[in-house]
C-alpha cells in the first residue's frame, strides 16, 4: 500500500463521503501512521489502546466510540485483543484503490449505502453514466489535497490540518501546546502556523522542544511583520542561505554556533541581544541552553 495514495483517498473520503470527527480522524492519523513506521501498511498489527490514548487524547469510552465508527464506515478492520495478554489488533484498508467509486455529486447518499459499497473491494458505490465524470471533478482537486505537506498553496489550510500535522511530529499536543496553537491560529493564518511546524519537522525538533522552537519562530515573524506564507517562506530562504555559506571553508568558526537558530525568528538582534534576561517573554525564545545544544547537535550532523 501507498502511504500518501492512502492519505488522499482518505481526505477524499473525508470532502465526499463521510462526516469524520476530530476524535475519529486522530485515531485513524495515528493507526494510519504507526502502519507506515513499522511497515505494516498491508498487514495486521497490534496497537496498546494506553498507547493509542496517549498518543490521541481521548478517553477509554471517546476510543472505544471513535475505533467502531471507524470500523462501521469501513475504514479500518479491528480484532479485540485480551486484557494483559495481547493488545487489539488493526488492519489498515485500502482505499485509493476504489476512491474512483466515490459519488462526489449525490451528498445525500445514506450513510448504508457508503459502508455497503466500501466492504467490496473495488466495487463502485455510485452506477451510470455519469461516473467518468465524477472522476474527473475528483482528481482536479487534486492541488488542493496534495499530500506531500509542503504549503505553496495559501488556501485550503485548516485548523484540523494544523493539529495533525502537530501529532504526527510530536503527538496529539497536550494541555500546555493546545492553547497556544489556538492563539497563533487567531493571529496568524493557518497555512502560516502550519508552515512553522514544518519547518520545525525538517530540522529535527524534537517534543520536548517544540513549543520553544515554534514561538521563537512565530515571535520572529511577528516582529518582522511577516503575514503572508511567501513572506515566511523568504525569510526561511535567507536564512537556509546564510547557515549554507557559514558552513563553507572560510566561514565563521564554530564558537558563532547561535547563528543555527534562525536568525530571522531573531529579528537582527546581536548575539549579546538574545541572551535570556529575567523577562518571562524572553524566556520563551529559544533561551533553554538544554534546547539550544539538542538542536546545535542536531543541525551539525546533518
Known amino acids: 500500500m501507498d502511504?500518501?495514495?492512502?492519505?488522499?483517498?482518505?481526505?477524499?473520503?473525508?470532502?465526499?463521503?463521510?462526516?469524520?470527527?476530530?476524535?475519529?480522524?486522530?485515531l485513524y492519523r495515528e493507526l494510519l501512521d504507526y502502519a507506515n513506521d513499522e511497515g505494516k501498511l498491508d498487514?495486521?498489527?497490534?496497537?496498546?489502546?494506553?498507547?493509542?490514548?496517549?498518543l490521541t487524547g481521548l478517553s477509554e469510552p471517546g476510543l472505544d466510540k471513535a475505533r467502531n465508527s471507524l470500523v462501521q464506515l469501513g475504514l479500518i478492520k479491528?480484532?479485540?485483543?485480551?486484557?494483559?495478554?495481547?493488545?487489539?489488533?488493526?488492519?489498515?484498508?485500502?482505499?485509493y484503490s476504489r476512491s474512483a467509486g466515490y459519488p462526489t455529486s449525490n451528498p445525500t447518499i445514506s450513510h448504508k449505502s457508503r459502508s455497503t459499497g466500501l466492504d467490496k473491494v473495488g466495487q463502485p458505490v455510485g452506477q451510470g453514466g455519469g461516473q467518468p465524470v465524477e472522476h474527473k471533478e475528483l482528481t482536479s482537486t487534486d492541488p488542493d489535497l496534495t499530500d506531500t505537506d509542503s504549503y505553496?498553496?495559501?488556501?485550503g489550510v485548516t485548523r484540523e490540518q494544523v493539529i495533525n500535522d502537530w501529532t504526527n511530529l510530536w503527538g496529539f499536543p497536550n494541555g500546555v501546546a493546545r492553547p497556544e496553537i489556538d492563539e497563533w491560529l487567531a493571529a496568524l493564518k493557518p497555512e502560516l502556523v502550519a508552515y512553522a511546524i514544518q519547518i520545525a519537522g525538517e530540522h529535527d525538533v524534537q517534543s520536548r522542544g517544540a513549543l520553544k522552537y515554534l514561538r521563537a519562530v512565530?515571535?520572529?515573524?511577528?516582529?518582522?511583520?511577516?503575514t503572508t506564507l511567501a513572506q515566511a517562506?523568504?525569510?526561511t530562504a535567507?536564512?537556509?542561505?546564510?547557515?549554507?555559506?557559514?558552513?563553507?571553508?572560510?566561514?565563521?568558526?564554530?564558537?558563532?554556533?547561535k547563528e543555527i537558530m534562525p536568525k530571522w525568528a531573531q529579528n537582527?538582534?546581536?548575539?549579546?541581544?538574545?541572551?535570556?534576561?529575567?523577562?518571562?517573554?524572553?524566556?520563551?525564545?529559544?533561551?533553554?541552553e538544554d534546547f539550544l545544544v539538542l538542536v546545535n547537535s542536531q543541525e551539525e550532523a546533518k
Not at 3 to 22: D, G, H, I, P
Not at 78 to 95: D, M
Not at 238 to 257: E, F, T, V, W
Open 218 to 226: 512565530i515571535k520572529g515573524w511577528q516582529q518582522r511583520k511577516i
Open 233 to 235: 517562506k523568504q525569510a
Open 268 to 288: 537582527g538582534a546581536s548575539q549579546a541581544d538574545s541572551k535570556p534576561n529575567s523577562s518571562d517573554n524572553q524566556q520563551d525564545d529559544m533561551s533553554d
Open 3 to 26: 502511504y500518501f495514495k492512502q492519505r488522499r483517498a482518505y481526505r477524499n473520503f473525508k470532502m465526499y463521503e463521510a462526516s469524520v470527527s476530530n476524535g475519529q480522524n486522530n
Open 238 to 257: 535567507d536564512h537556509d542561505k546564510r547557515l549554507a555559506n557559514a558552513n563553507k571553508p572560510g566561514g565563521y568558526s564554530k564558537p558563532h554556533r
Open 43 to 54: 498487514v495486521q498489527f497490534r496497537m496498546k489502546n494506553s498507547a493509542l490514548l496517549s
Open 152 to 155: 505553496d498553496n495559501d488556501a
Open 78 to 95: 479491528y480484532v479485540r485483543g485480551k486484557k494483559n495478554v495481547k493488545p487489539p489488533e488493526y488492519r489498515i484498508i485500502n482505499l
